[in-house]
């Protein structure tokens, strides 16, 4: 092999990225604010510092995966890192349509309750290097079916990054005698999910839990690292983005199932958040081909 550092497959149609995978040795590349089109990977092997993304900032050290989605910003504040990054764009890859297979989404993508990187261990370590190995060897000497294979290695990439985020971070919340808060956590993210295209408001969830709204504030930043109003923001977000990706329904009809009678207000809201407009999000990242059945 080479000593080749980035191997990039461009979409022809598009002429956008479809694919890359590259190695870094400073943090040169992540010290100022992401916005990228695409999914990104950024595994720190070496070195340590602060993660700033969406609303929340978090210490990590080395061997550190993190997960970002397309147009989610971050960027790291580090003197040395370095490590392996692998972008993929949704027109390669789609984590939405192959949820079923793969079970990421939700787990390393999209959710707003965990911080977003896994600690990689020795066995998970040794499976990623072996699959970017893999990927680097087709890159340079690529054969039939160069992207089937490709995305085959990103499934067992994103599969085995998941196994291991669940195992390190259970998503049921166990009460401890005498301790009420992770029950409260748990019926508030039940909450959440089951009525942020409703309830806009943490006076809302308040009213809900039967708890005043300012202790809720108080449990809520201590354990997500996030204020109520950043969690619904950030869920309200993502379901737009969803049906933005996946569905061909106007903007108009989304923002009324999210709850927003005017698209305007919807759609400068969704800006604030990702600093595009939806039909922007859509026109470079979603496709719409088809509605959801």
Same mark, same amino acid.
Request: net charge positive; charged share 20%.
């Given at each position: ?12 149609? +598009? ?53 970002? +989605?397309? =147009? ?14 692998? !972008? ?24 707003? !309750? ?90 809302? =969830? ?57 698209? !305007? ?8 958040? +990702? ?19």
């Amino acid at each position: 092999m080479t000593n080749q550092t980035a191997f990039t497959l461009i979409n022809k149609q +598009t002429g956008n990225l479809a694919f890359k995978l590259f190695s870094f040795e400073d943090n040169s590349y992540f010290d100022h604010l992401q916005r990228n089109n695409y999914y990104s990977l950024i595994w720190i092997m070496e070195g340590k510092g602060k993660l700033k993304t969406d609303f929340s900032e978090y210490n990590f050290g080395a061997n550190s995966l993190f997960s970002f +989605t397309p =147009y989610q910003p971050f960027m790291f504040l580090s003197n040395l890192i370095r490590g392996i990054a692998i !972008y993929f764009h949704s027109d390669f890859f789609c984590i939405h349509k192959h949820q079923t297979e793969v079970t990421c989404n939700g787990v390393l993508f999209n959710n707003i !309750y965990q911080m977003p990187f896994v600690l990689v261990d020795e066995s998970l370590q040794n499976t990623l290097n072996k699959l970017i190995e893999q990927m680097k060897a087709e890159m340079q000497n690529p054969g039939l079916a160069q992207y089937e294979l490709l995305i085959s290695y990103m499934k067992i990439f994103l599969i085995s990054a998941s196994r291991s985020k669940t195992e390190q971070q259970p998503p049921a919340m166990q009460s401890k005698k005498g301790n009420k808060e992770p029950a409260i956590l748990q019926n508030l993210k039940e909450a959440i999910e089951k009525d942020f295209k409703s309830k806009h408001t943490p006076g809302d =969830y308040a009213v809900l839990l039967n708890i005043s709204p300012n202790a809720l504030a108080k449990i809520t930043k201590k354990h997500f690292n996030k204020t109520l109003t950043d969690l619904i923001t950030e869920r309200i977000i993502i379901e737009a983005k969803r049906e933005l990706y996946l569905t061909n329904k106007s903007v108009k009809v989304i923002a009324y199932e999210l709850g927003y009678d005017d698209e !305007y207000y919807f759609s400068r809201f969704f800006k604030k958040n +990702t600093d595009i407009p939806p039909q922007v999000y859509r026109e470079t990242v979603g496709f719409g081909k088809a509605e959801l059945n």
